[in-house]
């Protein structure tokens, strides 16, 4: 079973920061927080991962807090081609997909 | 210059016959992955694998099996394929084994099977 909590859906305006918040209460203290993303039925794609410090890449930036029980995914800028279903993946010793959470973003 | 290739893309076929799904990956490697997606959209690993260690989830029947004739390639086999069957398949790699850090795998585009 996956070990974290996502939202079922979320929608966002082109142009605006999409938050995609992620709950995983029961991490341990060597595993990763990985974030992929599903668009329309193609292989998953990387976004970004972490495990304590803040990441921020070309596509994403990833918040984890303090105590790592939570953390959010940040698109700066969201666009039409980010609408897919966004995975939030505690990687201890497998890649574990829950539901994730359907992000629309809306012109 | 796909990273992850599979072959093919849509498979069409009875039930209680015997398919074969290939992945090549060209990012040198280590470990390769089977992922099963079913209608309800959850991704769920089959197998892991790399030159040492073969890795099933118990959940797998003993009809799917990997086959992997060099590190690049991990082919999935079916044997007797039932109505169930039917769903996505994705190839993955890693670069290192699976439980190692800084280990991001890159999918495949899916091969799509339908068992009639």
């Known amino acids: 079973d996956a070990k974290t909590t996502q939202p079922p859906s979320m929608d966002c305006a082109e142009g605006r920061a999409a938050n995609l918040p992620c709950n995983h209460s029961?991490?341990?203290?060597?595993?990763?927080v990985y974030w992929y993303r599903q668009i329309h039925s193609q292989g998953p794609q990387y976004i970004i991962h972490?495990?304590?410090n803040n990441e921020t890449n070309e596509m994403a930036s990833l918040i984890i807090t303090e105590d790592r029980k939570s953390s959010t995914l940040i698109l700066p800028h969201a666009t039409l081609r980010d609408t897919a279903v966004y995975y939030c993946?505690?990687?201890?010793?497998?890649?574990?997909f829950g539901p994730g959470t359907r992000l629309s973003v809306l012109p | 210059d796909t990273a992850v290739s599979q072959t093919p893309k849509y498979l069409v076929t009875q039930m209680g016959n015997d398919k074969s799904i290939k992945c090549e990956q060209n990012?040198?490697?280590?470990?390769m992955y089977w992922y099963k997606q079913d209608s309800k959209k959850f991704l769920k690993i089959m197998f892991s694998?790399?030159?040492?260690?073969?890795?099933i989830n118990e959940t797998v029947p003993n009809r799917f099996s990997p086959k992997s004739p060099d590190k690049a390639h991990l082919n999935l086999h079916i044997n007797s394929l039932e109505l169930g069957d039917s769903a996505v398949y994705f190839c993955?790699?890693?670069?290192?084994?699976?439980?190692?850090?800084?280990?991001?795998?890159?999918f495949g585009p899916g091969t799509r099977l339908t068992v009639l």
């Open positions: 990012l040198g490697h280590d470990t």
């Open positions: 993955a790699s890693s670069p290192r084994g699976a439980g190692a850090p800084y280990n991001e795998q890159f």
């Open positions: 993946i505690v990687y201890g010793q497998n890649f574990v």
């Open positions: 029961t991490i341990s203290g060597n595993e990763y």
């Open positions: 972490g495990l304590k």
């Open positions: 694998y790399n030159n040492k260690e073969l890795i």
